[in-house]
């Protein structure tokens, strides 16, 4: 049989083979670009640029949607309830490892700001999708690790966090604004130290211990714990008085694998590596001697 004969009978002709124009299968393919042309499409131009300004470091801050509320329904310990940071700390160590251009972090209270090297690239460095990503990884793993701080208490509905992008040129610029949240957390601990302290051992109300606290500066402050209640502020928690800085540091680790000798045997062999970790700190930031600790962490302001 001719291989005309063939084609003939696959074209669905048993009897004589007059002709069968057979196209070439490329003219049946589609390009995606092709296919997303509509007369629609004219509508992404009222979409706006919000790409960031390069060479700035990016900061993401997140802030707890009315945590008033959140913390009083879910009974959290006043002045600081140690595991709503620890798991403000968690959820704020899942989005680094997620977004690893991520090179420093600080977070206090029900807020947490995450610091994007001057030189990411990550989603084109368009503010809205960096902020919406950092919000959402944060706000999911708020609620997926929730259990691991607060066990059988059950969550009550879903948290909320709102999201800013600030871009800030130098390093000077950076290390003012997480000076300046840092200051905040003093600021806001020592006042709740203080107003929790008059209200729970003092057996004042929230009111009289609000009318006590006003026109008081730091030292006056100090002063009400240390004379009234035999409390030196400097000796609480640097958890509570510092806030929570994540970097990421080199640590070795060492895992034992079973590897086979050259005399065929198998043994347990002990290896040690380098691993690049998101490790806490609760520590002075507004000093020089944290960043001479870590000197990776600020770029050259040159770049």
Known sequence: MTTLMLIGRACGFSGRVRSCFIKPLASFSFSSSNMAKSKFEYVRNFETDDTCLRNCYIVVRLDGRNFHKFAEQHKFTKPNDNRALGL?????????????????????????????????????????KLMTHVASQFSSSYV??????????????????DGRVVLYPSNRNLRDYLSWRQADCHINNLYNTVFWTLVQQGGLTTAQAEDRL???????????LFSEFDINYNSESALHRKGTTLIWEKRDETVTKRMKLPNEEE????????????????????????WEKHPDILEDDNC
């Not at 997926?144 to 966090?161: A, D, S, V």
């Not at 006003?214 to 009400?224: C, H, Q, R, V, W």
């Not at 043994?267 to 944290?290: L, M, P, W």
Request: net charge positive.
């Open 144 to 161: 997926f690790y929730w259990k691991e701080f607060f066990g059988e208490q059950p969550l009550l509905y879903p948290p909320g966090f």
């Open 267 to 290: 043994k347990d062999v002990a290896v040690t590596r380098s691993r690049r970790r998101v490790e806490a700190h609760n520590c002075d930031i507004i000093g020089d001697q944290f």
């Open 88 to 128: 403000m700390t968690r959820s704020a160590r899942s989005v680094m490892e997620e977004l690893e251009d991520i090179v420093i972090a600080y977070g206090q209270s029900d807020e947490f700001s995450f610091v994007f090297k001057r030189t990411s690239t990550w989603f084109k460095r368009r503010a809205s």
């Open 214 to 224: 006003k026109g008081t500066l730091a030292a006056d402050k100090n002063e009400i």
